[in-house]
């Protein structure tokens, strides 16, 4: 038996907490402050920018008329409705694309056999952009609302599909060789190991695929849409309304920011059994 057997180790006083600051992730109190400086100094820019006429307010209009449109827009309700269709045409597509790339990326994931039959057509698929598709689009679906679900249902199924496939191929061999001598069936080694390891890349898929239905969108609005906020995007251009476009960006930018900032706390969410890095 060895000597060490029943002995308690233990560690000088001073080296635990450094011990336990090594596993912890340091936040700085005001962090959050960091994220100011630079946009603070565009806007600076911006507004310095039309005071001494760098640019001409047909081109750029100053940052105060631009955010009284966006108020103006806002209080009228016309943001706020062509918003509202434009979230419809996300989601909707958001969700096609969503359900056909987790049953793609996982049956890839799953199967060598499908994974070698089908990855290279979907390689290709994946190479033409979503703007290359919509001649074709047009001439089977229309231009109706069918044909912007399917382009944004496109935008959403390549990244869907690549991180789970990627995902679930990426789980530890220990993790199932564990599960396979506690003797898991096939659909407990899926909902209890495989599936829960492979959470993070799967939502870092759903996150990349909502934010490129959210680019999507305001493609597919510009080019063929009579409402929505890409479509205000258009309508300001025609009218040579600067104001009207920029506010429209605005409104785009922060929805998108929002949606990605809900995305991203559900994830600590689901993910709040993983411990911090270094």
């Keep these: 038996m060895s000597s060490f057997s029943g002995a ?74 062509n918003l509202q269709i434009s979230l419809v045409r996300v989601f909707n597509g958001f969700g096609l694309g969503l359900a056909a790339g987790l049953a793609l990326g996982s049956a890839m994931g799953l199967s060598p056999s499908v994974r070698a039959y089908v990855f290279p057509l979907f390689k290709a698929f994946s190479q033409v952009p979503v703007i290359g598709w919509l001649p074709l689009l047009m001439l089977l679906v229309g231009i109706d609302e069918g044909l912007k679900f399917l382009l944004i249902a496109k935008a959403t199924l390549v990244p869907v599909t690549i991180n789970t496939c990627q995902g679930i191929q990426g789980v530890p061999n220990r993790f199932i060789e564990v599960a396979r001598v506690y003797g898991f069936t096939r659909w407990q080694m899926l909902t209890r190991v495989v599936f829960p390891a492979a959470t993070a890349p799967i939502w870092n898929g759903v996150r990349y695929g909502l934010t490129h239905a959210w680019l999507a969108l305001v493609v597919v609005e510009l080019l063929a849409s009579s409402e929505g906020i890409g479509f205000l995007i258009v309508y300001g251009r025609q009218l040579f309304q600067l104001d009207v476009v920029l506010a429209a960006v605005l409104a785009v930018g922060i929805v998108g920011f929002a949606i990605d900032k809900l995305l991203s706390l559900t994830e600590a969410w689901l993910l709040r059994w993983r411990k911090p890095g270094l």
């Design 8 to 81: 308690t180790v233990s560690l000088p006083r001073s080296s635990a907490p450094a011990l336990r600051a090594r596993g912890a992730r340091w936040h700085p109190p005001l962090q959050w402050l960091w994220a100011w400086p630079f946009p603070l100094a565009v806007l600076l820019l911006w507004h310095l920018s039309s005071v001494w006429g760098w640019v001409p307010e047909q081109v750029l209009p100053p940052p105060a008329a631009v955010f009284q449109t966006f108020a103006d827009m806002a209080a009228s309700g016309e943001l706020w409705s």
